[in-house]
T-cell receptor, first 112, second 115 residues
């Protein structure tokens, strides 16, 4: 069964608005990562948050992690049309620290 | 620039005709991964190499094989492609010990069509 489930599956917002995507997972993790995938392309690493961290920022990205609830959220502030992509969370499990298990993804559409 | 390269970007094969996808990297990473991604789904790990050690996922069909002749190259062989094998195939690399992080670096993918 899938480790990561994301919601919403799809999100449509206006340029300038904030976008929030959520990820839930089932087993203990080393870290959780977020990746972005433009249509028909490979994935690009965005940000990594370790299991002992609660919040991390990178530019317009803010990631939170709640290990008690086994959930994470990715916030993109002041969205741009160029942010249109699919976003995947990926968990690194305690017993296999270099493999990742990807969530189902959120398809974000930012309307100009 | 250091990168992960996949060739070809688009591959068309016939049902049952063997096909090989290739991946090369200039990052000198010791771990290489192959993922299968179907439309609107998560990437699914097929197998990975940690240096020369091959690690197959339990649910990867025998139809899928891999070779890693050296650090830079890794191949995905599909021995008898079926219609259900049509997908995007993604190669990725990581260097968890050197980078103290297991973030993965992805190639652009090869889209496989099976006729």
């Amino acid at each position: 069964s899938q480790q990561g489930e994301e919601d919403p599956q799809a999100l449509s917002i206006q340029e300038g608005e904030n976008a929030t995507m959520n990820c839930s997972y089932k087993t203990s993790i080393n870290n959780l990562q977020w990746y972005r995938q433009n249509s028909g392309r490979g994935l690009v690493h965005l940000i990594l948050i370790r299991s002992n961290e609660r919040e991390k920022h990178s530019g317009r990205l803010r990631v939170t992690l709640d290990t008690s609830k086994k959930s994470s959220s990715l916030l993109i502030t002041a969205s741009r049309a160029a942010d249109t992509a699919s976003y995947f969370c990926a968990t690194s499990l305690m017993d296999s620290s270099y493999k990742l298990i990807f969530g189902s993804g959120t398809r974000l559409l930012v309307r100009p | 620039d250091a990168m992960v390269i996949q060739n070809p970007r688009y591959q068309v094969t016939q049902f049952g005709k063997p096909v090989t996808l290739s991946c090369s990297q200039t990052l000198n990473h010791n771990v290489m991964y192959w993922y299968q991604q179907k439309s609107s789904q998560a990437p699914k790990l097929l197998f990975h190499y940690y240096d020369k050690d091959f690690n197959n996922e339990a649910d990867t069909p025998d139809n899928f094989q891999s070779r890693r002749p050296n650090t830079s190259f890794c191949f995905l062989d599909i021995r008898s492609p079926g219609l259900g094998d049509a997908a995007m195939y993604l190669c990725a690399t990581s260097s968890p010990l050197a980078r103290l992080s297991n973030e993965q670096f992805f190639g652009p993918g090869t889209r496989l069509t099976v006729l």
